[in-house]
């Protein structure tokens, strides 16, 4: 280990999914042990690493403009006598791997998301020359990465991340996923529990399960049987401590009977689920390979009401995608107008290189996309307003995580991710109050706590 004097500045940018947010800061706990330190300040950075995103042509294409602007920052810095090492992590240095060094020669170190756990080797080699790095080792890189220190958990917050699976079977004929992540891959139960217990002994409250397909997951436990996420959920919602549960992102194809009996049973699963539907007619969604038709995703949802009245959903669309009619796209408004989303993401699609989905003919102008995902958009931001106006009147628990920019005022997040503002006292941060919301603004709801 090395001194402290030698202690060095690590500054990540972070890209895309909130996979990416949890990856970053394992890198950071990597680096840590070899003296590296986790700076807010670009211009400290003795290494920069852009983790970065590839699902959509936009996302990519930022990563090659930042580095235009790291090319001036770091010939500055050596003109001054400094060093700066560039690194690209995630899923653009997964897909495009040594094409990233051709293209922009600034970068010293590429390596994608399966050898975080190899960063301080990586590092030590990118000193003597370029390093590429983008195999996807045999060994669980989760057993090679250290543990947090407990201070970094607890200045990380009350929430938090924890990736339970990884990568993707269900080739989507538009995601890069399947190529980018790889197959799926689903941590062990204890690894799981281990990580969620020093978590909640470091301060934390909340953890959401990560995974491209959560619901997916299938890992053993110590009996060697398979868990699926309902037994892994349960088995969590006995970590004294934890007070609330959330897993993202689930296909529905994999919701099963078990899950949905699990959102009935638990109370500390929050009843808020983003079950990402893409799209509103059968056709298209066959071409997209989802695998399920409209009627099964409104029957599914049905059984997930039933079982949890009180649940609210949040989803995924993509307009435009190669074929889609003026019809096709009236299935994905109605839908939307069936479902009624609390919340929701919405996408021109994207054609991405060595998809199933670049090679199809018939792909929609760019106008017509345009238009179709303003339409969209109105509906949707139109149901979000709704949903959080038909809060006023009730009352939520809130999980009260910081000050608010005025004096005395504290904000949290109710069980639908919604941000929630009161005029408290500062000692109510770390708990869970009942809150009876009384106005909604643009993007917070407002109210006060309800004193039993
Ligand atoms: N074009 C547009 N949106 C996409 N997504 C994934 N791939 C593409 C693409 N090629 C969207 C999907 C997915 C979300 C994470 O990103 O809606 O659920
Ligand atoms: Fe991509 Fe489909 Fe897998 Fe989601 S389920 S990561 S959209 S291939």
Known sequence: MNKPQDMKKLFIKTYGCQMNVYDSDRMVDALAPEGYEATTNIDDADLVVLNTCHIREKAAEKVYSELGRLRIMRQKK????????????????????????RRAPVVDLVFGPQSYHKLPELVEKAQRGKVVETDFPTEDKFEHLPKPKKEATIARGLTSFLTVQEGCDKFCTFCVVPYTRGAEVSRPVMQILTEAQDLVDAGVKEITLLGQNVNAYHGEDANG???????????????????????????PRDMDDALIEAHRDLDL???????????GSDGILKAMNRQHTVKEYLDLLDRIRKARPDIAMSGDFIVGFPGETDEDFEGTMQIVRDVEYAQAYSF?????????GAALENQVPEDVKSERLQRLQELLNQQQKDFNASRIGTTMSVLFEKAGREEGQLVGRSPYLQPVQVQADASHIGTIQDVEIDSVGKFSLFGNIVTQ
């Open 348 to 356: 021109k699609y994207s054609t991405r290189p060595g998809t199933p």
């Open 269 to 279: 699963l929050m009843p808020y689920l983003h079950l990402p539907v893409q799209a």
């Open 78 to 101: 050596e003109q001054a006598g400094g060093e700066m090492m560039i690194g690209i992590a995630g899923c653009v240095a997964q897909a495009e791997g040594e094409e990233i060094v």
């Open 225 to 251: 049987n398979t868990n699926g996420l309902a037994d892994l959920l349960y088995k969590l919602a006995d970590v004294k401590g934890l007070e609330r549960l959330r897993y993202t992102t689930s296909h």
